[in-house]
């Protein structure tokens, strides 16, 4: 069942996410089960929203992620919220 993430991450820069994610883009296959992901900039940091295959795949995004993150400086913050999808698809995609 697909799941909605929603991490809310005061304190970190747009500069910051675009280091974090130029390293994990060197591995694409990092990103395995992810449907679709959204960074939005807000007056106290960062908000992302990702929509993944299921939670075992996000799972395994964040158990790689996370040593990275941590490497440049990003502190631990609070753990996102996850919600089951009912529903969603994508204008104009097939299936």
């Not at 060197?26 to 939005?40: L, M, N, Q, R």
Request: aromatic letters at 8%; glycine letters at 8%; one cysteine or more.
């Amino acid at each position: 069942m697909a799941i909605l993430v929603h991490a809310v991450l005061d304190g970190i820069t747009t500069e910051q996410y675009d280091t974090l994610n130029a390293r994990l883009q060197s591995t694409p296959e990092i990103f395995d089960g992810c449907i679709a992901h959204a960074c939005v900039s807000t007056e106290s940091g960062l908000e992302i929203f990702d929509l993944w295959e299921n939670e075992g795949k996000m799972q395994a995004f964040a158990e790689k992620m996370m040593p990275v993150a941590t490497s440049l400086g990003w502190p631990d913050g609070p753990r996102p919220r996850i919600a089951e999808v009912h529903n969603h698809w994508v204008p104009g995609a097939a299936g």
